[in-house]
């Protein structure tokens, strides 16, 4: 029997929400020190052509991430999390293909994302998914693993 997880935009403000947040921040803190966050805010995601992403498996959260502006052409892709118990159920592509849906959507070109070292489960999920290698686009911390996913935008004939 297969899962299905239904990944869609909700109010970045709602307790589900804040609450999957709160977990991620946790778990990045105690993997890297500081609170976790990323220098992410709630408030990235309450601007036109963004939007945060709640994962739900029989209607309970199970997972998010975020999509936030970074120029005209291209988004990031900002908390990805999946709770413990739901990973490698595909919580996370539900997460991704949401993102890269709305992204085209909003007409954006491509996804960046950033992950840090101690997450080689995040670095292979995004590979896997056509994401590669780029340089570092934020931030000045060295030990950062940048990733790119180009859009196709289907031709209207």
């Known amino acids: 029997m297969s899962l299905i997880v239904r990944a869609a935009a909700e109010d970045v403000r709602s307790e589900d929400s804040e ?74 592509q539900a997460i991704l293909a949401e993102a890269e849906r709305l992204a085209a959507e909003f007409g954006y070109t491509n996804l960046k994302l950033q992950t840090g070292p101690l997450q080689p489960e995040a670095a292979a999920l995004y590979e896997r998914v056509g994401y590669y290698s780029i340089p570092i686009f934020s931030g000045d911390w060295d030990k950062v693993l940048a990733f790119q996913k180009d859009l196709v935008h289907e031709r209207v004939k």
């Open 19 to 92: 609450q999957l947040i709160r977990e991620l921040s946790l778990e990045l803190g105690l993997l890297y020190g500081g609170d976790g966050t990323a220098g992410f805010q709630q408030s990235d995601v309450e601007t036109p052509r963004a939007a945060f992403i709640v994962a739900r498996l029989d209607g309970h959260p199970v997972g998010c991430g975020a999509i936030r502006p970074l120029d005209d052409q291209s988004v990031e892709v900002k908390r990805m999390y999946t709770r413990p118990a739901y990973r490698r159920k595909g919580v996370a």
